[in-house]
């Protein structure tokens, strides 16, 4: 009882410091049922709300809490794991309720609500603060809902579509790039939305720091590209200077076309990520590695099937040439993911040991992964001996590294984080120079048959290990 009476003379911007310093829903709960005043200043200050299957009955249980917390600003309603037994879903009815009393609403998630439909996008469109949307997998949504929704929320600068199904670009691309808010584009596994229909964005490409673009590879289909389209991209109507992360997936790059417009633009870009991207050229990223400069972050995964007769005429993958151009012009690169797609055999490498020697020893590299990059071998692990910033190695699939090289570890500086996995040419032997000696923080061991739990025991001072030999099949 002293100690509420002590809470009850302490002033509400104090008690609001006391209570921010709380991040974990369930203790908030619990203090603020600890007395009147801490619920009621809770219940004011509550400014974020994560609600999801147990919202039941949806609409009524969504007014209480609105009712509860007025001065929410970010929602998450998320129906993941939603099974018919547990009630009816949040339907566009509730979209009417969270936007009459949620005034201050600037962030909203919502995924897996299948019952929400363009209706229930319309009533959202009078949350004139909305200033971040976040959609997964809600796949009665389409072009028009969206349209409606960016016409009314005009502050829109973050907006992520995953898994949309029947949301087409048409007019609501092209009308969220007139006004010129975009920051942060996501479009994953939108099947009715291509790599061309993102010239739509116009002006906005001056805006955009963040894209993410992942096609579905089960759907990915050859656009069409009218001469008109091209001419838009070739043009320079694509004024990405701003552009700092982006991210592609199973997307299909032209020469002097969509995407790969975008690529030789960028002058800013920290983080890259090109997945399973068809048609990459040395030109594109030679192009890219010259006009950003600054680039801190490369990841690259491979694919094994060059065999699309578009691309027959053009030259094909990629080689040292692009590895040497980002040594050459990446002097703040620290962050490097190369991988090759299952399937790739060891003849088909794009890129041999002298290439990525050339980057590690040009670059300040921090983190470094390889995933089937059957060219790195004990001599490249001997050259890491002098990445003298190296602080995580990761490798996967890496054949050709044996306890030679695994021995070597000791050797590199500040090494803190190592993981293998399914690497088939090492054994307990390799870990033994790490004995008792502490160096890593932490040692991560997946799949790899000839290592053992007891063989990593004071290799590092903490250890993971799994085995599952069945890739092995």
């Given at each position: 009882?002293?100690?509420?009476l002590?809470?009850?003379?302490?002033?509400?911007?104090?008690?609001?410091?006391?209570?921010?310093?709380?991040?974990?829903?369930?203790?908030?709960?619990?203090?603020?049922?600890?007395?009147?005043?801490?619920?009621?200043?809770?219940?004011?200050?509550?400014?974020?709300?994560?609600?999801?299957?147990?919202?039941?009955?949806?609409?009524?249980?969504?007014?209480?809490?609105c009712?509860?917390?007025?001065?929410?600003?970010?929602?998450e309603?998320?129906?993941?794991?939603?099974?018919?037994?547990?009630?009816?879903?949040?339907?566009?009815?509730?979209?009417?309720?969270?936007?009459?009393?949620c005034?201050?609403?600037?962030?909203?998630?919502?995924?897996?609500?299948?019952?929400?439909?363009?209706?229930?996008?319309?009533?959202?469109?009078?949350?004139?603060?909305?200033?971040?949307?976040?959609?997964?997998?809600?796949?009665?949504?389409?072009?028009?809902?969206?349209?409606?929704?960016?016409?009314?929320?005009?502050n829109?600068s973050?907006?992520?579509?995953?898994?949309?199904?029947?949301?087409?670009?048409?007019?609501?691309?092209?009308?969220?790039?007139?006004?010129?808010?975009?920051?942060?584009?996501?479009?994953?596994?939108?099947?009715?939305?291509?790599?061309?229909?993102?010239?739509k964005?116009?002006?906005?490409?001056?805006?955009?720091?963040?894209?993410?673009?992942?096609?579905?590879?089960?759907?990915?289909?050859?656009?069409?590209?009218?001469?008109?389209?091209?001419?838009?991209?070739?043009k320079?109507?694509?004024?990405?200077?701003?552009?700092q992360?982006?991210?592609?997936v199973?997307?299909?790059?032209?020469?002097?076309?969509?995407?790969?417009?975008?690529?030789?633009?960028?002058?800013?870009?920290?983080?890259?990520?090109?997945?399973?991207?068809?048609?990459?050229?040395?030109?594109?990223?030679?192009?890219?590695?010259?006009?950003?400069?600054?680039?801190?972050?490369?990841?690259?995964?491979?694919?094994?099937?060059?065999?699309?007769?578009?691309?027959?005429?053009?030259?094909?993958?990629?080689?040292?040439?692009?590895?040497?151009?980002?040594?050459?012009?990446?002097?703040?690169?620290?962050?490097?993911?190369?991988?090759?797609?299952?399937?790739?055999?060891?003849?088909?490498?794009?890129?041999?040991?002298?290439?990525?020697?050339?980057?590690?020893?040009?670059?300040?590299?921090?983190?470094?992964?390889?995933?089937?990059?059957?060219?790195?071998?004990?001599?490249?692990?001997?050259?890491?001996?002098?990445?003298?910033?190296?602080?995580?190695l990761?490798?996967?699939?890496?054949?050709?590294?044996?306890?030679?090289?695994?021995?070597?570890?000791?050797?590199?500086?500040?090494?803190?984080?190592?993981?293998?996995?399914?690497?088939?040419?090492?054994?307990?032997?390799?870990?033994?120079?790490?004995?008792?000696?502490?160096?890593?923080?932490?040692?991560?061991?997946?799949?790899?048959?000839q290592?053992?739990?007891?063989?990593?025991?004071?290799?590092?001072?903490?250890?993971?290990?799994?085995?599952?030999?069945?890739?092995?099949?």
């Amino acid at each position: 009882m002293g100690r509420l009476l002590l809470m009850d003379g302490l002033p509400d911007q104090l008690v609001w410091e006391i209570l921010n310093r709380i991040k974990k829903t369930t203790d908030r709960n619990s203090v603020s049922l600890s007395c009147k005043r801490l619920n009621n200043l809770d219940n004011e200050q509550r400014q974020s709300l994560r609600v999801g299957c147990g919202l039941d009955p949806a609409n009524e249980a969504l007014t209480s809490l609105c009712n509860r917390f007025p001065n929410l600003t970010k929602v998450e309603i998320t129906y993941a794991g939603w099974m018919s037994k547990l009630g009816k879903q949040l339907d566009d009815q509730g979209l009417s309720i969270l936007s009459s009393r949620c005034p201050s609403l600037t962030d909203l998630t919502l995924s897996y609500c299948t019952f929400i439909t363009d209706v229930g996008l319309c009533y959202l469109s009078s949350c004139s603060r909305l200033s971040a949307l976040r959609l997964n997998f809600n796949p009665r949504l389409t072009g028009c809902g969206i349209l409606s929704l960016v016409v009314g929320c005009k502050n829109l600068s973050i907006l992520h579509l995953i898994r949309c199904l029947n949301v087409s670009s048409v007019e609501w691309l092209e009308y969220l790039g007139k006004l010129e808010a975009l920051e942060d584009l996501t479009i994953k596994n939108c099947r009715a939305i291509g790599e061309g229909d993102l010239i739509k964005l116009g002006p906005s490409w001056r805006k955009i720091k963040r894209l993410q673009f992942e096609v579905d590879p089960n759907y990915r289909y050859m656009k069409v590209y009218d001469r008109l389209a091209v001419d838009r991209w070739q043009k320079q109507w694509v004024p990405c200077e701003n552009l700092q992360e982006l991210s592609l997936v199973n997307c299909i790059i032209s020469p002097g076309r969509g995407l790969a417009c975008v690529l030789e633009k960028c002058k800013n870009l920290d983080k890259i990520h090109l997945d399973m991207c068809v048609g990459v050229r040395d030109s594109d990223i030679i192009g890219l590695a010259q006009k950003s400069r600054n680039l801190r972050s490369l990841s690259l995964r491979v694919p094994s099937d060059f065999s699309l007769p578009l691309f027959m005429n053009n030259p094909l993958g990629l080689t040292d040439e692009s590895l040497k151009a980002l040594a050459q012009n990446c002097s703040m690169l620290e962050s490097i993911k190369i991988s090759y797609s299952d399937g790739e055999f060891p003849s088909f490498s794009s890129f041999t040991l002298d290439g990525i020697l050339a980057l590690i020893q040009s670059c300040p590299v921090k983190e470094l992964s390889f995933d089937q990059v059957y060219s790195f071998n004990d001599v490249g692990m001997q050259a890491l001996c002098l990445a003298g910033y190296l602080e995580t190695l990761e490798l996967v699939r890496c054949q050709e590294i044996s306890d030679e090289g695994l021995q070597l570890v000791t050797q590199f500086s500040r090494l803190r984080i190592l993981r293998l996995s399914k690497c088939l040419g090492v054994t307990n032997d390799g870990l033994k120079s790490l004995l008792s000696s502490y160096k890593l923080e932490q040692l991560a061991v997946e799949d790899c048959p000839q290592i053992t739990e007891r063989g990593m025991v004071g290799a590092a001072r903490s250890i993971s290990f799994r085995q599952d030999l069945s890739w092995m099949n």
